[in-house]
């Protein structure tokens, strides 16, 4: 059975950092790329990140040069570190696998499946 599985949501202070996890079962992820994506309350799921196969990588201009993503094949993880949190970061955040071969992207997640069921995260004084 394919899975995937979100951990390490919570509640910060802005400025503070978290890293997420999206732990993959019932197939070979490291023959895909896996993204992360999020959605707050009455907005729509968009794309955050993503990294591929080959460990390229790609970020929503809302948090690039403050989230980092990485995988470790051994874990079947991928992790997403973000630092610098904002109140506007506040979400529940998802992990998917890209469904097609070659570089991912994030702007579409209809173009992922197999989604975790997601992990809050809250930034908040």
């Known amino acids: 059975q394919v899975q995937l599985v979100e951990s390490g949501g919570d509640l910060v202070q802005p400025g503070g950092s978290l890293r997420l996890s999206c732990v993959a079962s019932?197939?070979?992820?490291?023959?895909?790329?896996i993204g992360w994506f999020r959605q707050a309350p009455g907005k729509e799921r968009e794309g955050v990140s993503c990294?591929?196969?080959?460990?390229?990588?790609s970020f929503a201009g809302s948090v690039k040069g403050r989230f980092t993503i990485s995988r470790d094949n051994a874990r079947k993880t991928v992790y997403l570190q973000m630092n610098s949190l904002k109140p506007e970061d506040t979400a529940v955040y998802y992990c998917?696998?890209?469904?097609?071969?070659?570089?991912?992207?994030?702007?579409?997640?209809?173009?992922?499946?197999?989604w975790g069921q997601g992990t809050q995260v809250s930034v908040s004084s």
């Open positions: 019932g197939f070979t992820s490291d023959d895909y790329a």
């Open positions: 998917g696998r890209w469904r097609w071969t070659g570089r991912c992207s994030i702007d579409h997640s209809v173009d992922y499946t197999n």
């Open positions: 990294i591929d196969s080959s460990d390229r990588t």
